[in-house]
């Protein structure tokens, strides 16, 4: 099969789209991937892997977030074997502070949770917080919720060795829009722009991992929609050695030496204008880590793929259409693992019982019916 006719064309070049890119061609599969022009979200997210808290937002994600936590040293050393690139894997841990005695309560009463997954935790006193992460502002700090197992990663670092993986496995990338999927033959075709004409990519089988834009892609029906997230970046202040936690908002210093404050869920569509609320995330900083109050920073806003369930899409949408879609908060945690397994239902065309619950048809009148 010539290298203008894949077997399979993975259409995004976010996390998820390199993720089953690599994946599908440690099995063997001849695989393009069109980087499309949409930005990816990946490109501005946070690189946590971080299963608890997300499992307080959403607690049907949690035994996968923690699997998919426990799988990452797996996915690690198999990377390793083809890209040099470093991903800046650290298990800095991570620390969930209260700063009212509701909270204090709310986060104490979440302990259970962490042991019944397995996750390592405990309750420190303010001094103690402090004394873990120094610089944490200590004015009506009632304590915190220490678990040690959650990590993160360098997020353009990751994205740079998955490229440079799929580069070394016989993968190629085209760099097009994608405009169109429909049947053709036994397999697809991908109708591509690219400076200003018109090409078809034909494969047996596409990938849609458009992440927010994979419900705007024509010859599918993917319930998937934007949720704009804004972050700052400070370049240069000391920041915490663990992830930060106060409510929705997280802190933490990233393997390159910034430090990311985040992050803001608006529905505003597919607007990427940074606005007046990404400088709405320092007020946090006035208890959260006073010293970052009046540093500048850089604003950077993404937009997550996401169900109305805020669970991923994974699984066939169509003849010849499979879909890796709406990790939501959770890239960079979840699609390591949820690639190998939707890999191996694209090549061997059987079904993985992990991924039952993340089912396309599971968001259309019919799939709600029939639930």
């Given at each position: 099969m010539s290298e203008d006719q894949p077997e399979v064309a993975v259409l995004g070049a976010g996390i998820a789209g390199l993720s089953i890119a690599w994946q599908l061609l440690r099995r063997g599969v001849a695989v393009s991937v069109v980087s499309g022009v949409e930005p990816a979200a990946s490109a501005v997210a946070a690189g946590m892997l971080a299963p608890m808290p997300e499992t307080e937002i959403n607690p049907a994600i949690g035994r996968v977030a923690v699997a998919a936590l426990r799988a990452y040293p797996e996915f690690l050393d198999s990377l390793a074997e083809d890209t040099d690139l470093r991903t800046g894997f650290y298990r800095c841990g991570l620390m969930r502070v209260a700063y009212s005695d509701e909270e204090a309560v709310a986060i104490r009463d979440s302990v259970g949770a962490y042991e019944a997954a397995g996750m390592p935790s405990r309750w420190l006193d303010a001094r103690g917080c402090v004394s873990e992460a120094p610089g944490l502002g200590g004015a009506g700090l009632r304590g915190g919720l220490v678990s040690y197992e959650e990590a993160q990663v360098q997020a353009d670092w990751v994205l740079a060795a998955l490229r440079d993986a799929i580069s070394h496995r016989g993968g190629t990338f085209v760099e097009a829009e994608v405009a169109a999927v429909t049947p053709k033959g036994t397999g697809v075709a991908v109708r591509l722009g690219a400076a200003g004409s018109t090409e078809e990519l034909t494969a047996t089988?596409?990938?849609?991992?458009?992440?927010?834009?994979?419900?705007?892609?024509?010859?599918?029906?993917?319930?998937?929609?934007?949720?704009?997230?804004?972050?700052?970046?400070?370049?240069?202040?000391?920041?915490?050695?663990?992830?930060?936690?106060?409510?929705?908002?997280?802190l933490l210093t990233k393997p390159d030496a910034t430090v990311v404050l985040g992050a803001t869920m608006e529905d505003a569509g597919y607007a990427l204008d940074v606005d007046a609320n990404a400088e709405s995330l320092r007020d946090a900083l006035d208890q959260l880590w006073p010293s970052l109050r009046a540093e500048p920073a850089l604003a950077r806003a993404g937009l997550r793929p996401a169900a109305a369930d805020r669970l991923p899409v994974i699984g066939w949408a169509g003849p010849g259409v499979y879909a890796f879609t709406a990790h939501f908060r959770n890239g960079f945690l979840l699609s390591p693992m949820t690639a190998a397994l939707a890999a191996t239902e694209v090549v061997g065309g059987g079904k993985e019982e992990a991924l039952a619950r993340f089912r396309p048809d599971r968001l259309s009148a019919e799939g709600s019916a029939g639930a």
């Open positions: 089988t596409a990938v849609v991992a458009m992440g927010s834009w994979s419900g705007m892609l024509a010859g599918t029906s993917l319930q998937v929609s934007p949720v704009k997230g804004q972050l700052l970046t400070f370049d240069g202040p000391r920041g915490p050695r663990p992830i930060v936690y106060w409510g929705h908002n997280y």
